[in-house]
T-cell receptor, first 115, second 114 residues
Framework: AQSVTQLGSHVSVSEGALVLLRCNYSSSVPPYLFWYVQYPNQGLQLLLK??????LVKGINGFEAEFKKSETSFHLTKPSAHMSDAAEYFC?????????????FGKGTTLSVSS | DTAVSQTPKYLVTQMGNDKSIKCEQN?????MYWYKQDSKKFLKIMFSYNNKELIINETVPNRFSPKSPDKAHLNLHINSLELGDSAVYFCASSQGTGGIYEQYFGPGTRLTVT
């Protein structure tokens, strides 16, 4: 069964530091992978998605992620953290079967940014 | 204009009551979903509709009944509410049913059952 695992439930960085949020996937077929961000008391916003067109995917707000098949990873990075990046981040894999398509989410990583 | 909207944003009710949550999308998408986010922020699919037809129905109690009057709307009715139903419920939509399509989420409805 397809799944994603987010390593680290909580990541703390200083403003201006590199952000690295880890996600590993499990899939027997080429996966479609997504990163979403959830700000407090808000819905989920798509940061970026991997659909096999390019292994390095650039998203909104300066985030990017690299698909590495050999490591079954899709880690999210940002060169320089801003205070406004503090939020919950979810990695997800899209699963399709005869019944339809659904996103299977990781447990989320809380990003804290200190000044 | 909000792409995916939900009403109400907050819902506080007592055990045993029946309540509904409404969702509307103005993106022209064919597929809509309901997800549940529990107190630990874990998100799980509940239902999926494509062109008003139910295509995914995860292991959800029969007390939960989705209804799609048209492609732009997907409502969730919950009967005989229980304490364990307290959660944030998210509606989402996508252009199609394939895995390549990203899903757009509404702002969520926080349901509290007392």
């Amino acid at each position: 069964a397809q799944s994603v695992t987010q390593l680290g439930s909580h990541v703390s960085v200083s403003e201006g530091a590199l952000v690295l949020l880890r996600c590993n996937y499990s899939s027997s077929v080429p996966p479609y992978l997504f990163w979403y961000v959830q700000y407090p008391n808000q819905g989920l916003q798509l940061l970026l998605k991997y659909t096999s067109a390019a292994t390095l995917v650039k998203g909104i707000n300066g985030f990017e992620a690299e698909f590495k098949k050999s490591e079954t990873s899709f880690h999210l990075t940002k060169p320089s953290a801003h205070m406004s990046d503090a939020a919950e981040y979810f990695c997800a894999v899209s699963v399709t079967n005869q019944a339809g398509t659904a996103l299977i989410f990781g447990k989320g990583t809380t990003l804290s940014v200190s000044s | 204009d909000t792409a995916v909207s939900q009403t109400p944003k907050y819902l506080v009710t007592q055990m045993g009551n029946d309540k509904s949550i409404k969702c509307e999308q103005n993106l022209g998408h064919d597929t809509m979903y309901w997800y549940k986010q529990d107190s630990k922020k874990f998100l799980k699919i509940m239902f999926s509709y494509n062109n008003k037809e139910l295509i995914i129905n995860e292991t959800v109690p029969n007390r939960f009944s989705p209804k799609s009057p048209d492609k732009a709307h997907l409502n969730l009715h919950i009967n005989s509410l229980e304490l364990g139903d307290s959660a944030v419920y998210f509606c989402a939509s996508s252009q199609g049913t394939g895995g390549i399509y990203e899903q757009y989420f509404g702002p969520g409805t926080r349901l509290t059952v007392t």
